[in-house]
């Protein structure tokens, strides 16, 4: 049974958390949060000790950690557990720097241990499904890819400020999408984005709307459309064109209830918020990574692809900034 | 916490237990079952005992009861917990024997102990939404319900020859169904059958595809279809008629993939088995016995629910067996 | 190119002869009603003659009669067309009277001549690839069938007082559209109704609202559902059950348009009317009869057809009335 | 009765003179063609003559005509007709050549006849449904626009050579939705290209692929996807996001057909060519040309939306050669 120690106590901690005590195959033995009310309440609930950093990584049972603290820790965290010869489970990203996140993977790969990037969507069970497919051939060769990421509300603009803006916040997942998806890496990123949704996010630097084009080597293309505003919930959506078909990777609804009356006929909106939209996909992906660190096989989103998703969204920040396309090998 | 003694360790007793223990609101001391192995595996899965039943109920810790046993142990179990002052979460049906059922539920009106009959697919979200809309007024007042109810592939004969025929054992949920849809209770029913899934099902005196129509005093209708074999999974809708509008229900699938293709634009197939599709059901059943119990509030289906969809079923059989409509009254 | 005589200028006749004048294989000669003015417009508007029946029916040109005009006028045309050695192509019903039905076939048996019997939705798209699929083996043995009829609103009271009936008016289609997919004769039909919309509709002693279940010889089932009202327009579905899957046709709706907003994800009320629903129907199905008639091949829908269904109308109303099963043999 | 005289009968030549014989309001006298038979055929059809251009223009009783002759002759007859005071329906594109449409534009300008640019596909029912609704505030300011605009299979290579390219031939028509849609002029295009799908096509100078961003000067955004070939059919979607909600117009499908068996649940795939997905909005568009200039009311389609259309298929072509998003005002 892996054991773990786990930094960060919030919202999405208390996820994971709660997701490894479902799950039977491991055990969080430490929990570690600035907040120590957080800490305590979310140890209390699993029945794992609070520590600090240090206490926690010395502990020789401890074979694994969950990084869910805020951003700018997660980079410090990486390195000290790698050192400390853990696994890692990080979330995403690993820094908002890319200089920062080139050296916590030399600490990892000089430790050589096996580290996951919560890119958390590739273990929604549609995209999953989808993915397989594009894999097996349904489609044939991948042609095009359209993302659509639209959250229901903007975050509190005390988050936007240093969220690294929208493309390192939010696009990151969508970034990550079209490279598994396209099947290929992209070689040029085209951004525009503008604040439609709040003046207040122009005021504070950043865009709440964009619309993306990635190219690839072969000539492959992606587009992604994303929104920090949905008036019916979040809307992820993924749609991959082949020269055999076409695939598409819809929203998910609590019911399938289905009303008609006098007005129209109408269905449930999406569900209306990350957590529950990812709810399996949370659970799924941190089974995958204990099956992983427990059989020694690879991690199936690597250290490397917490890296080039960043890589694309620099690149796409400067495309905006510059209004022209840029080379992502001018930016890696 | 509610300790809870568990009788029966099999399929769906093991669903029940791993609810019991995720859901964190009680606690599973005891496993009674025949099978001796099956018991044992449950009980250490989720830090029980395996116990005889005398013991279970004798415990003065434990405050309730899972029934999860054959359907010829039932209504013993029930009378023995329901003396033993012990709350009661049964499956269905309480027996095949409606005498037998009226044993059960005096013993359980003595006692003055809360039980619960189940009934599953009303906790089904999908249901359950659109019996709260109905409630709500969303479609007026209700006038027709169309009820389909198809499983994935016949049980083995074997069970069949037990199972108290198709009304008995599968259409009981669905007259379920229809009187908590109709909002009152059906008068009539008119049952016609045949075995048109498999000849050994008619060697063995059942059917295996049915269609029920049911009456209330009002006026209002209910209209069921049943087959033991669905080669695209297990079906199982609900369509409600009111003066307002229309209620549908639709199947659930494991993913959204859609597929288009030089053959077709195609989804994926329900999910195919009761426990994947009534998963969420299961768990949020118990979570209701559960608060139920606790807060001493009524339970969501009560003892006498199961009996009426037995009287149900009885005049379906009936009606079947004498060629005519049946008063439900005749076969209370 | 095929000469006709219309009897009926009123909703459906003005449809059949603009159909007829589309089509190009046609032309409309006379147009005969009792209502002078509404037979000028219509004989205008096609370039036709007003005329009496006799003189429409002695017009040597004339090879084809449409029987567009009031029910009760159906059976009398039949005839006169008939021994005038005119092709026919009658609105449903033939007659309300199973005895005036069978003296207007014996007279086109006597005559020779070929006659279609207007149960239009045959020749609606969605359900005649429906039926089509069936017979290529799409879904294995048909086992069970489920028609869903339901009216956007009742029709004038006065209209309900000489219609017949809602079985012999309405579900008259349901019963046709229930032999077509069937594949088998019912030998019984079970009926159960009420009048649920208004009580005006049971003080003129007819229903509103109808559950029907009918059986082939073989233990095929149909159901049937009707209602005269249906808050979100004309809802007209058929979902066929065999022993490899699973046939739905479902509504049509005027645009794909869906909406998704704070309130729900909305998509377009089915279309409102049987004239819109069915608007592409009709003009298929006189297509239909013309290449019948000047090709010599057999009607699509025969005059048997119409009787077939008038005889399960009239055995559903003494099903309804004897408030049990009725033999279909006892009613032929 | 508008009085018409038609260039071009060939395959949309046929469609328009169908509508316009189905339509009522108005009547075709003269029919142009290169190819004479054509010519003879599709007057014969609908009753008119083989004429000369000169002779057809010359002809006072000529209210009005259609050019839907091949691209290179568009522009000289509009000015033709233009002089001779006829309204003109033209087929998109006015002409490859900007600097050729700006002759035909200001020769309509001089003469004050009404002109209507082919830009069929607003008068879909369902484009203009969303569009409507837009319009009437239901979803609230439009922010973004999603385009998908795939057709079944390459045009011939001959085509394709005298096309004036993906962008000018194909993409025309999204880009005047996406004007329609966006309700503001794009300022910027970008766009890339690819020959995935033949590299006969990028032999003959030519894209099959093509993914383009639009922006407007309020920061309004809009993406269009297209390839010259989906496996599964016609694929015509539109996605427009706004404050309020999202709108989407999906496929047009034949039959409302769904078959579930032991593969999938299967629809319809889209209808499979232009001409069928069409049909409809080619017979309004006809008839709402017909309605303004009988009314005197402006034209649905302007002559500057054809101009317009053509800018933006000028500057993502120069965007494709450039690499870089490119000004639309450098291309007016």
Known sequence: ??????????????????????????????VVDVDAAAAAALAARHGAKVSDAATALADP??????IASSTDTHAALVIAAARAGKAIFCEKPIDLSLARVDEALAA????GVPMLVGFNRR???SFAELHRRIQAGAIGAVEQ??????????????YVKVSGGLFRDMTIHDFDMARWLLGEEPVQVFAQGAALVDPAIAAAGDID???VLLRTASGRMAHIN???????GYDQRVEVHGSLGRLIAGNRVATTVEQADAQAVSAEKPLHFFLERYAEAYRIELAAFIA??????PMPVGAEDGRQALVLADAALRSLSEGRPVAVSDCA
Chains 1, 2, 3, 4 share one sequence.
């Not at 994303?226 to 008036?231: E, K, Y």
């Open 123 to 125: 273990f929604d069970p």
């Open 226 to 232: 994303n929104s920090r505003r949905a008036a019916y």
């Open 108 to 111: 990892v790969r000089t430790a």
């Open 209 to 211: 709307s964009a619309m």
């Open 61 to 66: 049972a401890v074979g694994a950690v969950i």
């Open 292 to 297: 992983a660190v427990t059989a020694g096989t």
């Open 1 to 30: 049974m892996l054991v773990f120690a786990q930094f960060g106590a919030g919202r999405i901690g208390a996820i994971h958390a709660a997701n490894l005590a479902a799950g039977g195959a491991a055990r969080l033995a430490h």
């Open 145 to 158: 890819v359209v993302i659509t990421s639209r959250d229901p509300a903007p975050p509190p603009l005390g």
